[in-house]
């Protein structure tokens, strides 16, 4: 009989073990996921402003179908990332950026 308990609280240690873990693991994915939201998002909007410079007259020449089309490129882009977390979260959202 003794034996059985010895089991049963082995089982239960064990449980406790996987809980434990995976707590942990979905903490570190939230953590990982601000981290790397932070740092690409920043990345990305600074990437935009130096297309953005592209759009001066003085330094370069183009064509508006051009700019057009550089705009329509980052709009599709734009599009396909938004479906991408709607997917996920159907709850909508605000229209700032902030993690914490």
């Given at each position: 009989?003794?034996?059985?308990?010895?089991i049963?609280?082995?089982f239960?240690?064990?449980?406790?073990?996987i809980?434990?873990?995976?707590?942990?693991?979905?903490?570190?994915k939230?953590?990982?996921?601000?981290r790397?939201?932070?740092k690409?998002v920043?990345?990305?909007?600074?990437?935009i402003?130096?297309?953005g410079?592209?759009a001066?007259k003085?330094?370069y020449?183009?064509?508006?179908k051009?700019?057009?089309?550089?705009?329509?490129?980052?709009?599709?882009?734009?599009?396909?990332?938004?479906?991408?977390f709607?997917?996920?979260?159907?709850?909508g959202?605000?229209d700032?950026?902030?993690?914490?």
């Amino acid at each position: 009989m003794l034996n059985i308990y010895k089991i049963y609280i082995a089982f239960l240690l064990i449980i406790y073990y996987i809980y434990i873990i995976m707590k942990k693991e979905k903490r570190d994915k939230k953590k990982e996921f601000i981290r790397l939201a932070n740092k690409r998002v920043n990345k990305t909007i600074n990437y935009i402003r130096l297309v953005g410079n592209l759009a001066n007259k003085t330094n370069y020449t183009y064509e508006d179908k051009q700019a057009s089309k550089i705009v329509s490129a980052l709009e599709q882009e734009i599009r396909m990332v938004k479906d991408k977390f709607k997917r996920v979260n159907k709850n909508g959202g605000d229209d700032t950026f902030e993690i914490s």
